[in-house]
């Protein structure tokens, strides 16, 4: 399965502004919405063989850059991952 999620700020002349190793942040928000559904999957993945596997993979943020700065990344108003 293949989820394409977006975020746009309320007022379009907002800006997006994430840490630059924004990974976790966005780890930490999928498996926020999900834990009462698949609460075992964080913790421990699944198990194949000698392998664990985990729940997921994503790729960069999609959006349109406007400056890093001080360890921080901005994007407009709208952001999308996969």
Known sequence: MRLSIEFTSIDERELITL???YNR???GLIY???KEEMPEIH???FNVG???LKLF????IFGQVLG???GQITFG???KFK
């Open 43 to 45: 913790d421990g993945g």
């Open 50 to 52: 000698n392998r664990k």
């Open 57 to 60: 993979v994503f790729s960069r």
């Open 19 to 21: 840490p630059l190793h």
């Open 32 to 34: 926020h919405f999900i």
């Open 68 to 70: 890093i700065k001080n």
């Open 25 to 27: 942040l966005l780890q």
């Open 77 to 79: 108003s709208s952001i």
